[in-house]
């Protein structure tokens, strides 16, 4: 059983920046590739960014590419998303997951892949 915990989230303005990090316990953090989504009221949820074992291979939304980076560090079970040039529109809940099964795939973008998820971490990004 994997548990996964956020945090990192709050509140900034358009332009700045955030981390947001995802500590991993009860499993083999570096066995599985762990993404990034979020979800903003009303909407569904939607892929952000995943990363695979070693971290070697990163793949992200288009609306997210340039502005935000997929990390991983397997020696303190951690995943890291840093996020630049923040948007109104990029306030959401943000989750991190974990897809123990796919196999090393980092390009399944659909909730449903990820087998494992945390709480969520809110992040809020004013005009």
């Known amino acids: 059983q994997v548990q996964l915990g956020e945090s990192g989230g709050g509140l900034v303005q358009a332009g700045g920046s955030l981390r947001v990090s995802c500590v991993a316990s009860g499993g083999t953090f570096s066995r599985y590739t762990m993404g990034w989504f979020r979800q903003a009221p009303g909407k569904e949820r939607e892929f952000v960014a995943a990363?695979?074992?070693?971290?070697?291979?990163?793949y992200y939304a288009d609306s997210v590419k340039g502005r935000f980076t997929i990390s991983r560090d397997n020696t303190k079970n951690t995943m890291y998303l840093q996020m630049n040039s923040l948007k109104p529109e990029d306030t959401a809940v943000y989750y991190c997951?974990?897809?123990?099964?796919?196999?090393?795939?980092?390009?399944?973008?659909?909730?449903?892949?990820?087998?494992?998820w945390g709480q969520g971490t809110q992040v809020t990004v004013s005009s």
């Open positions: 997951a974990a897809d123990t099964t796919s196999g090393g795939v980092i390009s399944n973008t659909w909730p449903e892949a990820y087998d494992y």
């Open positions: 990363i695979s074992w070693g971290g070697k291979s990163t």
